[in-house]
């Protein structure tokens, strides 16, 4: 009964759709389109033509390897600026979907992101990192094995003094910007637009599964889950403080734990 109820989404305010005239349904897509092509729908664009140009190298997919947080410069503090721009850019994203729901009425509050309730956001954040991070290393090994998967390096900066700090810096960015913009926003703007919440939620997930596919197979279907568990939740809940912290946790884990450990444990690679 408890999971059955989970996979029913409930109602909620800013959920609810209202019929909206021709002309401004044409301007909320074209918001929709205008925000997707310069954050994530670029993104997953991007993603399924470097899968694709793995697919047919040396090698194939799982012959490739795949860098995140890369040195940009030879010069640390040169490096560190370009690391924190980065870091803004994240910012800036969450910002704009923030901003663009404010302006339609639906503030920080109505998403659940004003004051945290920090004993069961904390807890629901853990719990819900731990449901998604153990199956999607086991869906990466997988893939790794079977060679849908490339070798992804979550962290390939120089061993500078700010290497830590900065990683744990844009593991929060990463959440921030892709939670309140793929789950918040786009949820949001569908059901704005008339979809159901099952379809708004399938999108939205294939969204997610979509930007993440330069990775390879692997981590595309275990973000496809990851966005249709953290999606329900929002849409139970109308809490995205647990989906932040979560992702943001087991972003520092595979940021700092391999920046750390990947010299030491030959599986990472």
Same mark, same amino acid.
């Given at each position: ?21 021709? !002309?401004?349904?044409? #301007? ?7 925000? &997707? #092509?310069? %954050? ?15 697919? *047919?190298?040396? +090698? ?21 600026? $370009? ?21 339609? +009425?639906? +503030? ?5 992101? #004003? ?5 069961? =956001? *904390? ?15 086991? $869906?990466?090994?997988?893939?790794? *094995? ?11 900066? =120089? =061993? ?19 939670? %309140? ?9 569908? !059901?704005?637009?008339? $979809? ?13 599964? +979509? ?12 973000? &496809?889950? #990851? ?8 849409? !139970? ?18 940021? *700092?734990?391999?920046?750390? &450990? ?8």
């Amino acid at each position: 009964m408890v999971i059955r109820d989970w996979l029913r989404p409930r109602s909620q305010a800013v959920d609810v759709p209202e019929e909206l005239n021709p !002309r401004a349904r044409r #301007m909320l897509w074209l918001e929709i389109a205008v925000v &997707l #092509m310069i %954050t994530y729908g670029y993104s997953a664009l991007s993603s399924i033509l470097q899968l694709a140009r793995s697919a *047919v190298a040396e +090698g194939g997919i799982g012959g490739q390897t795949v860098a995140l947080n890369t040195s940009r410069a030879a010069n640390s503090l040169i490096d560190l600026a $370009f690391q924190l721009i980065g870091i803004s850019k994240l910012l800036a994203i969450a910002g704009l979907a923030l901003y663009l729901l404010w302006r339609s +009425g639906i +503030g920080p509050k109505a998403i659940g992101l #004003m004051r945290a309730k920090w004993r069961p =956001d *904390v807890l629901h954040g853990l719990a819900l990192a731990a449901l998604i991070g153990i199956p999607g290393l086991a $869906f990466y090994l997988a893939g790794r *094995v079977l060679g849908w998967t490339s070798e992804v390096q979550p962290s390939a900066l =120089d =061993d500078h003094w700010w290497r830590i700090p900065t990683l744990i810096l844009a593991a929060i960015a990463n959440s921030a910007a892709e939670e %309140t913009l793929v789950v918040a926003y786009l949820l949001t703007r569908l !059901r704005r637009l008339g $979809f159901s919440p099952n379809a708004a939620l399938a999108y939205s997930s294939l969204l997610r599964a +979509g930007y993440h596919l330069y990775q390879g197979v692997g981590p595309g279907l275990g973000n &496809l889950a #990851m966005g249709l568990i953290f999606g329900r939740y929002w849409q !139970r809940t109308g809490r995205l403080w647990p989906l932040i912290i979560a992702h943001a946790l087991i972003d520092v884990i595979a940021f *700092v734990g391999y920046a750390l &450990l990947s010299e030491h444990v030959s599986w990472l690679h």
